[in-house]
């Protein structure tokens, strides 16, 4: 075997020198990241060299090509299986199944030279050769130098999570496309034997069928398995490196229809190791001069994917990345000339929204919402449409004999009928929300809702398949103030009469006014006698906005989304309720209507209720006036429900 980079890659990753102060020694994973830049190493391949050049017999400085380097921005090493370096004892450094020594037969000096950001020790790594130093630095690419006093020449060398938690950890990131019955699907080879978090679990294949390895065992060392996750967020699906034995790597014995690519990760389209004015590139599995890698696959491999609601493999490498010839070493794939289905497409449980909010619904069952009525109303974060039925909520608040309701016949914020529905959240992929937007779907039935039940607390469903756009259906927000949130209530000034409110539901879209920050929360704003809150009314939420933006004892009105809080859940299970009341995500900027200071009330209205917000006009420069702002500049008129106005100027 060639005596390569790994020279170079190791001894970057600064593990090879047995009096280096390491947070825990030998035994461990790390990973290493560069003080200067904040990149860190990822071991690509097992090619390169280190050389020492002579004049005669007289050696006059070392050569080197380090290009099986790829230096990854913060964030993107957690999921790299080479940025995981394995110090053994002797300080030998493993990384991609290989080790300095097997490749180069030298040793890595390591010294530390300072401290770093948060006072934590910082090394160099260097090779010597009798009285020459070449030191491994983050210069615009990974080089070399001949002093390792600058910082891009200095290492932090981290532990990597092996199941106690903390921010230097490994995990997958599957695509949100390869989503079926409340998971997502992907494929490791790792080098490294590994253990499962919560939520992760790993299958290989076996007669055409998916076989579940045993959760709280070790993955071993290459074993090419597909993981079935809960999330598509490296840090929710870490996978803890295992040494067995003291060993590194082994070869894998679970058997398995399942194969994998080259040795090392040469699929990637991108690099940042060139230093200025080199050109190169690993993908195709070329690295600059070096040639094109060994491999044991081939494009005709077909890749695991999510297609037409059933869990496989289908398209062959080739087709599914057209511009790869080199197959990706870190995925696991089957060897097949046709496609293999692993999870048929499951028959939908029909249902209305009523009937999915109340019964015993679970997380993995596909459930199709023939719900005739259903509106789409707002979209918010991350691609979700919140949508509703007829005012078909199955407890809904009734006032009793001799209560007020107070929203209608005293602060006179609610007219006609309330709203009562149910609601639920439609998470979408990119394309399908696009679509969705593109057909103005805002304000019209919907129909076709099919996918898992992800949340029953705030009802959030999946969709697997895009909902068709119906007929026009208007519907007017419910507005709530922060009493709301307390429910029906005893006043404790005044008259102490008994208030009658309706309770918002869980992912309502509503109005929110005569909401005052008090620094933590919304709350009622403070009883005045005889200005403010005259009956005492209590309330409060948490607003899932930027606080930043809004004042102590300032009093708001604004559209938002209201959820139901809730208990962090188990992996598989729905989330269950918690004690602490809700949250209010804006969908628009809160308006000041007023505030208190002391006794000293300001634009709060009459003296029994809030003046909330009645309309808002946009005028562009040209004086054109309309309900939605205008791009560029904009004259913002808000008139409030007691005839008085405010002015604003802003841009778009």
Request: net charge negative; with cysteine.
């Amino acid at each position: 075997m060639k005596k390569t980079l790994l020279l170079a890659a190791m001894t970057v990753l600064g593990f090879g020198l047995a009096h280096a102060d390491f947070s825990q020694g030998a035994g461990h994973f790390y990973m290493v990241q560069n003080k200067a830049t904040k990149r860190y190493i990822n071991l690509i391949h097992d090619q390169g060299y280190v050389k020492v050049k002579w004049s005669g017999l007289i050696p006059k400085g070392l050569d080197a090509d380090f290009h099986a380097i790829r230096l990854e921005n913060d964030g993107d090493q957690h999921t790299e299986p080479g940025t995981l370096i394995y110090i053994s004892s002797g300080y030998n450094l493993s990384a991609q199944g290989t080790s300095v020594k097997d490749i180069t037969g030298f040793s890595v000096n390591i010294k530390q030279n300072g401290t770093g950001d948060k006072n934590e020790a910082v090394y160099n790594a260097y090779v010597s050769f009798i009285l020459i130093n070449a030191y491994f630095q983050d210069e615009a690419g990974f080089d070399k130098a001949a002093t390792g006093d600058n910082n891009d020449c200095k290492w932090y060398i981290k532990p990597v999570d092996t199941g106690g938690g903390g921010d230097c950890y490994f995990g997958v990131t599957p695509k949100a496309t390869d989503y079926l019955n409340g998971y997502y699907y992907t494929t490791l080879r790792a080098s490294f034997a590994y253990k499962l978090s919560q939520g992760v679990d790993a299958f290989t294949v076996v007669g055409g069928k998916l076989n579940e390895l045993p959760h709280d065992n070790v993955v071993p060392a290459n074993t090419p398995v597909i993981l079935r996750c809960k999330s598509v967020l490296a840090s929710d699906n870490r996978l803890y490196p295992q040494s067995i034995g003291g060993k590194y790597t082994a070869e894998s014995t679970v058997k398995s229809s399942l194969v994998s690519g080259t040795k090392y990760s040469y699929f990637k389209t991108s690099v940042v190791n060139a230093k200025a004015g080199e050109t190169g590139s690993y993908t195709n599995g070329t690295a600059y001069g070096l040639g094109t890698a060994k491999s044991n696959a081939n494009a005709n491999y077909r890749v695991l994917s999510v297609k037409d609601g059933q869990l496989g493999f289908f398209d062959t490498f080739a087709s599914a990345y057209p511009d790869e010839q080199c197959i990706n070493g870190e995925l696991a794939y089957m060897d097949t000339t046709s496609d293999v289905v692993l999870i048929a497409k499951q028959e939908a449980v029909t249902t209305s929204l009523a009937g999915l909010v109340t019964k015993e619904a679970d997380s993995k069952t596909l459930y199709h919402i023939n719900d005739g009525e259903l509106t789409a109303v707002a979209f918010g974060d991350d691609n979700v449409l919140y949508c509703k039925d007829n005012n078909a909520y199955a407890s809904k608040d009734a006032s009793q004999q001799g209560q007020v309701d107070y929203m209608k016949d005293r602060a006179k914020l609610q007219t006609g009928a309330y709203d009562q529905s149910n609601w639920v959240a439609l998470s979408l992929d990119e394309a399908t929300a696009t679509k969705l937007m593109n057909s103005n779907v805002i304000n019209h039935v919907i129909s076709g809702v099919e996918g898992v039940l992800t949340d029953k607390v705030n009802p959030t469903v999946k969709l697997t398949v895009a909902p068709t756009v119906g007929q026009e259906s208007t519907y007017t927000p419910n507005t709530y103030i922060a009493a709301s949130f307390g429910g029906t209530q005893t006043g404790t000034q005044g008259k102490h009469e008994q208030f009658f409110f309706v309770t918002p539901k869980p992912c309502e879209v509503a109005s929110i006014t005569w909401a005052m920050w008090d620094g933590s929360k919304m709350v009622a704003p403070t009883h005045v006698d005889g200005k403010v809150n005259q009956a005492g009314l209590s309330g409060e939420f948490a607003y899932g906005g930027d606080q930043s933006k809004l004042k102590e004892n300032s009093i708001y009105s604004f559209e938002g989304i209201v959820k139901v809080n809730t208990a962090s859940s188990k992996a598989g299970k729905l989330s269950a309720p918690a004690a602490s009341g809700y949250t209010v995500y804006p969908l628009t900027q809160p308006v000041e209507i007023g505030s208190i200071d002391g006794n000293v009330v300001t634009a709060v209205g009459s003296v029994s209720e809030a003046a909330t917000v009645e309309r808002v006009i946009y005028y562009n420069l040209q004086g054109q006036s309309s309900a939605k702002p205008h791009e560029g500049v904009n004259i913002v008129k808000t008139v409030y429900t007691d005839g008085s106005t405010r002015v604003d100027k802003v841009v778009k």
